[in-house]
């Protein structure tokens, strides 16, 4: 196989007004503009950015030497449906952004000395087509390149799903390593196909010849385990096929061999030993180019996760790019891969395309030893909970076990999902997001919250899926506050929140809400515009926030000092907690060169020094634990540093303009605004109420429409309806006398 480079001079327009359901749209004419691949047509300068149909157009030159020869366009995401015309004539039609596809060119249309290649795009939603909704941007654009393959006649066949054509999963049993394969020939006639199997040391471990189309499988005995960070072993296969005793194609990849399992007591085991996940998870996009990143932004991600210590990405919430999952491979990461299902509805269409949308995530990513757990569906509790919900789940996991069942199969849940629900009884484990400390409630909240659930449902293996709050590293407080969206506030929640975690030895673990800012087109919080800012590290790789530090503290070997407050650089106090994060046991600090202080680490990552003394202008700040120092400098001035704040911010509470104290509203067994929406609905005399005391496209909304989240307490949507403080406080008088249905 030859692959070719197409990834210069395509001539791009927008089309408004028009649907990819339309084609033929009209010409580009005028008002195309000549682009390279990667691209994405996303713009974040502007107020809304475009959603709608686009065109990409290239005219190719057929080679003489590639008469005779299959050609394919190598397609490897296309965000989010496309239609691909191959000289005015459609030849394929792929539905969802972020998996592999690859489109035959007809003998017929390699006849001229040019080939023309139109792909219309559009992101715009559709029914059809998962995801319809996410706190994540729907880019568009041809944002991982296209390429054309060259292939001989007899050739494995790419278009099965958009994989290699030769599928390869891995077991290990009964002490021995085996690789279980299939082939997939674009071609009739006999082949057969030579299987080699090579060691990580670079020795020949397993060979074997089948007839194509044939399961053939390799054994290994006493393999060497991939088994992480510690020992990422990779073993490499080769798979030739043979037509008339000549080589015609040949495919080789990575693959390693590991057992996995979960224990609802004890957590997750790889290769039969307890491994704790201390994960992140992680969007592909990265500012500047969007989702449209290449090798550089990928391999600056992977640096700072290496660096920060984790152990697990959580790849959120669809198909990345195959860069991510080859590196996973070789570092050692654990991975939860996951397909682009955030939104359930009852329209067949849409379940068949996420059905689609998992099969060729699987097939295309089966060989890859990192990913261990297949997820299903993020949050689609949200807007309902249904039992037809869990017939498709259902399917969706008996897909996966048909597919691949050497891998767990997974879902993350909101947290107001009811622990009975069948949202949690129809995988092999469990991910709660939970945000006690930020969307609601207090940051102790989740002890008592997981012990719960582990009661009720003793059976289900249950981790942290996401957790963390916004921050924005220019907004800082000596009082960090709920929803004040300072770094300091981000800091607090997490060496808050992250050692409940570690006290809970039935969790399999936890992954960070995120590793980065990542782009958002909902959100406008906290000053950030179009960015969920729940990162350790800004949007731009710049800036690792102070919280990036306390978990390099906690899971990182590389010995480190690192002062909190840097950015909190002007302040007004005589005496400030000057806080440290460190791997190290002790920490020494002094101040404008004076004797220093040496306290202990607290366990926690944390050496805290309280009642640190500031002159009037700047003071130097200095640590130092072990080989490793850091300095800032503070300045003390008369008077509060005003960019410091947000003007007219919501901090000390998640509810606008609250009127009383949370523990004031509710009345024990009864219900309150503290009850979830979707819970009062189901409840006929408080259905009554809110049909009466709410305004009418407000209830109409909550009752006909899935725009608004069911699962979130009452008070949080309507924190901004309009409703006065006495008229809530009256809503809730009124909700306290209907008792509550179990």
Not at 301 to 317: C, Q, T, Y
Not at 471 to 485: F, G, K
Request: net charge negative; proline share 6%.
């Amino acid at each position: 196989m030859e692959r070719i480079d197409l990834n210069r001079s395509w001539q791009f327009c927008k089309l408004p007004g028009w649907s990819i359901d339309d084609l033929p749209a009209p010409e580009a004419g005028e008002t195309a503009e000549t682009v390279d691949l990667p691209h994405t047509w996303y713009d974040d300068d502007a107020e809304e950015s475009y959603r709608g149909l686009t065109l990409y157009r290239k005219e190719l030159t057929i080679a003489p030497e590639w008469r005779g020869k299959a050609l394919y366009l190598d397609i490897p995401g296309a965000d989010n449906h496309a239609k691909v015309c191959l000289n005015g004539t459609l030849a394929m039609e792929h539905k969802g952004g972020y998996s592999r596809f690859c489109v035959s060119v007809p003998a017929a249309a390699q006849e001229g000395e040019t080939l023309d290649i139109q792909i219309w795009l559009t992101n715009a939603v559709c029914d059809d087509i998962s995801p319809l909704f996410g706190d994540f941007t729907i880019f568009g654009g041809l944002y991982r390149g296209v390429s054309l393959l060259v292939e001989e006649p007899v050739h494995f066949d790419v278009c099965w799903y958009g994989t290699d054509g030769v599928p390869a999963r891995t077991a290990v049993e009964n002490g021995r390593g085996v690789v279980y394969l299939e082939s997939h020939v674009a071609a009739e006639g006999p082949a057969e196909v030579r299987y080699t199997l090579t060691a990580p040391d670079g020795t020949p471990s397993a060979r074997q010849t089948a007839q194509a189309g044939a399961p053939c499988t390799l054994t290994v005995e006493q393999p060497e385990l991939w088994n992480g960070k510690a020992h990422p072993a990779l073993y490499t296969l080769t798979a030739e096929l043979l037509s008339g005793g000549a080589v015609t194609d040949t495919v080789t990849k990575q693959v390693g061999f590991r057992s996995i399992r979960m224990d609802p007591e004890k957590g997750f085991f790889l290769n039969g030993e307890p491994f704790r996940i201390r994960g992140v998870a992680k969007h592909q996009d990265f500012a500047g180019c969007f989702n449209a990143v290449t090798g550089t932004e990928i391999g600056q991600d992977f640096a700072l996760i290496r660096e920060i210590g984790a152990n697990a990405l959580r790849l959120s919430h669809y198909q990345h790019p195959q860069q991510t999952y080859d590196l996973c491979d070789r570092e050692g990461y654990v991975v939860w891969a996951e397909v682009p299902m955030l939104k359930m509805t009852r329209e067949p269409a849409l379940i068949e395309n996420i059905r689609q949308q998992l099969t060729e995530l699987v097939l295309q990513n089966l060989h890859h030893p990192s990913i261990c757990f297949w997820g299903i569906q993020n949050e689609i509790g949200m807007f309902r909970d249904t039992p037809d919900m869990y017939e498709h789940l259902a399917g969706m996991r008996a897909l996966i076990n048909t597919l691949d069942p050497g891998r767990l199969v997974t879902a993350a849940n909101m947290y107001t999902v009811k622990f009975k629900s069948g949202l949690n009884h129809g995988t092999d484990m469990i991910g709660y997001n939970i945000y006690f400390g930020w969307y609601y409630g207090q940051m102790q909240g989740y002890d008592g919250f997981l012990d719960r659930y582990h009661a009720a449902n003793p059976e289900m293996p249950l981790g942290i899926s996401e957790y963390g709050v916004d921050a924005n590293p220019a907004l800082h407080s000596a009082d960090p506050r709920v929803q004040d969206y300072t770094e300091e506030y981000q800091s607090l929640f997490h060496e808050t929140v992250y050692p409940i975690f570690e006290s809970k030895p039935y969790l399999w673990g936890s992954f960070v809400w995120n590793m980065f800012d990542f782009s958002s087109a909902l959100r406008k919080d906290g000053g950030l515009r179009n960015l969920n800012g729940k990162g350790l590290v800004t949007y731009d790789r710049k800036t690792r926030k102070d919280a990036f530090y306390y978990y390099k503290a906690k899971w990182s070997a590389e010995p480190f000092v690192h002062l909190c407050g840097k950015r909190f650089a002007k302040r007004t106090e005589e005496a400030v907690e000057v806080k440290v994060y460190t791997n190290q046991p002790e920490a020494t600090l002094s101040v404008n060169g004076g004797a220093g202080q040496t306290l202990p680490n607290n366990s926690n990552g944390t050496v805290r020094f309280a009642a640190v003394p500031l002159k009037k202008g700047e003071n130097r700040i200095c640590v130092t634990a072990g080989d490793c120092t850091d300095e800032m400098t503070l300045t003390r001035q008369d008077s509060p540093e005003p960019s410091y704040s947000l003007p007219g911010s919501n901090a000390g509470g998640p509810v606008k303009n609250w009127f009383l104290a949370s523990d004031s509203l509710v009345r024990e067994g009864y219900c309150s605004l503290e009850s979830t929406a979707g819970d009062l609905l189901e409840n006929p005399a408080a259905a009554v109420l809110l049909k009466e005391k709410l305004p009418q496209a407000l209830y109409r909304t909550l009752t006909e429409q899935d725009v608004i989240p069911l699962g979130i307490e009452l008070k949080s949507i309507l924190s901004r309806s309009g409703l006065s403080a006495e008229e809530l406080k009256a809503l809730n008088d009124a909700l306290n006398q209907i008792p509550a249905e179990e």
